[in-house]
């Protein structure tokens, strides 16, 4: 009269992994269409890194109210947006005001990772990594490489 859960074990091991195993051409798959400019799988796991860095200092600004708060202010920082947000309409004011502030944005697949990424079980749909000089040599080649990368019309 016992129960076999084998079944049920398995399922929940593919849902653990799930989010760690999706790699980044079935991440892709999700993206807004205003996702542009998108980094590479190299330039989003050294955002990834250089993000992991800035929390440890508290160097980032997380959420959109709090990054746009703070952007207006003329804070100074690269702003890593979530390219499988929807509605679309929750952030998509923020690559103009980066424009405007001649800040420096990129979009990443996936906003599970980017909140993984600030050590949180929470999805964000925007960050802003502020510079800070124990970590400025990751910075200065995300940097480099997200200004690198060909703007949207």
Known sequence: MTKIKSVPEESEAQAEGCSE???????????NP???????????RKL??????AVKQKQIRRGVKEVQKFVNKGEKGIMVLAGDTLPIEVYCHLPVMCEDQNLPYVYIPSKTDLGAATGSKRPTC????????????????????????????
């Open 48 to 53: 990834y890194k250089c993000i992991k860095k």
């Open 126 to 153: 925007v960050i802003m990594v502020k510079p800070h000089e124990e970590y400025q040599e990751i910075y200065d080649k995300c940097l480099e490489e997200v200004q690198a990368l060909p703007t949207p019309l």
């Open 34 to 44: 205003i996702a542009q400019p998108l980094a590479s799988r190299r330039l989003t």
């Open 21 to 31: 195993e999706r790699t980044y051409e079935e991440l892709l798959v999700n993206l």
